[in-house]
């Protein structure tokens, strides 16, 4: 683990959960209010599920992608301390 890295606060992590709770909740009372067909609804409700899926899938692979940049620039960083360390012992 990356220890210049801080982990979040326990109030950050409640409110994101709390968002998504109260925003799911909302988005949930919507649709079942709207004056609509149950198959509408329904196909309402999909999409917003596969929405928020994808939202989650997509954030990860950005994180991931972003993760695995910065392990590759310290690989190739520490590639180059070491390359320079035996050029300098060769002097």
């Known amino acids: ?3 210049n890295v801080k ?6 992590v409640s409110f994101t959960y709390g968002s998504f ?3 799911a909740s909302l ?3 919507g649709v079942y209010l709207l004056p609509i067909d149950m198959w ?15 939202c989650v899938t ?3 692979t950005v994180r991931d992608m972003h993760e695995s940049s910065r392990l590759m620039n ?3 960083d520490a590639k180059t301390e070491r390359f320079l360390m035996e050029a300098t ?3």
């Open 74 to 76: 310290r690989l190739e």
């Open 7 to 12: 982990p979040h606060t326990d109030a950050w």
């Open 21 to 23: 709770l109260i925003a």
């Open 40 to 54: 509408m609804k329904g196909y309402l409700t999909m999409g917003v599920v596969m929405l928020v899926q994808s």
């Open 58 to 60: 997509l954030t990860k």
């Open 89 to 91: 012992k060769a002097i």
């Open 27 to 29: 988005v949930a009372v």
């Open 1 to 3: 683990m990356n220890p």
